[in-house]
């Protein structure tokens, strides 16, 4: 019988993920995110107030209906968001709850809340799948509305603590695309040591209409995908660096 009562705000589940870790994974997208990125597919989970309220059973109950699902294919749980280290203490709960079971965890984070309350996330977490919207101060603050620091903080902090790193960057042409830029963030996430991935996402505008329905202002409405060529650039500029690179 399970009987964990924390209760969190969830955004939507997705029950067979095949992109946010290892295998089949379930994925929860938790509410509430602190970061106003430019590209954000799901700006509608933005408010912590919004999506729906569940305990942490709740989630379990739902996660284990697809627990030999994951065994079979080397997968698990990734929470995502949202920001899900907005919601520490119910995230943290859930991921205890899920090794308990033998299920392995994930969390996929900006890194943008750097706090002892994250640090228990971690500490219940088996790979990390952190976004690293720029490696630049500047583009950084333009893309997100805030300051790197805890980013880096963040990233630092898990390579002191040996934990499994996928880096996770969007290619924005014109914005995060350079090949300067990408050189200086390939040459950071070899440094770190603990990095086993980097996935290169290529911009898309899947969720334009969202913005529209909200009454957001979409800036990056010009914006194209980036072209082959620009994705090819980026792939050979981290393998370069000897990083392993999906996209």
């Known amino acids: 019988m399970i009987h964990a009562e924390n209760i969190g705000r969830i955004h939507s589940y997705e029950s067979c993920g095949t992109v946010d870790g290892p295998g089949l994974r379930f994925v929860v997208f ?3 995110c602190p970061l106003r990125c430019k590209f954000c597919h799901n700006p509608d989970s ?6 729906r309220a569940v305990t942490v059973g709740e ?3 739902e996660i284990l209906k697809y627990r030999s699902y994951m065994q079979f294919s080397g997968g698990g749980v990734t929470i995502s968001g949202g920001e899900p280290l907005m919601q520490s203490g ?3 709960e859930l991921l205890c709850e899920c090794q308990m079971y033998g299920i392995h965890t994930a969390v996929d984070t900006s890194g943008c809340i750097f706090t002892e309350a994250a640090h228990k996330v971690y500490d219940h977490t088996d790979l990390v799948l952190l976004d690293i919207k720029s490696i630049r101060d500047d583009v950084f603050l333009n893309l997100t509305g805030r300051e790197i620091h805890n980013t880096l903080k963040t990233a630092n902090y898990l390579a002191e603590q ?3 790193l996928w880096i996770r960057h969007v290619l924005v042409p014109g914005i ?3 090949p300067d830029a990408l050189e200086e963030l390939a040459s950071y996430c070899k440094s770190l040591g603990n990095v086993e991935l980097v996935e290169l996402l290529p911009f898309h505008k899947t969720g334009e209409y969202k913005w529209t329905e ?3 202002n979409y800036e990056l409405i010009d914006t194209d995908p980036p072209s082959q060529e620009n994705i090819q650039t980026a792939i050979k500029i981290f393998e370069d660096h000897g990083l392993k690179v999906r996209c």
Request: aromatic residues 8%; proline residues 4%.
């Open 176 to 178: 995060t695309g350079a």
């Open 59 to 61: 989630v379990l109950t």
């Open 46 to 51: 933005w408010l912590a107030s919004g999506g």
């Open 162 to 164: 040996h934990k499994p």
């Open 214 to 216: 909200l009454n957001l």
């Open 90 to 92: 119910f995230v943290s």
């Open 30 to 32: 938790m509410q509430g």
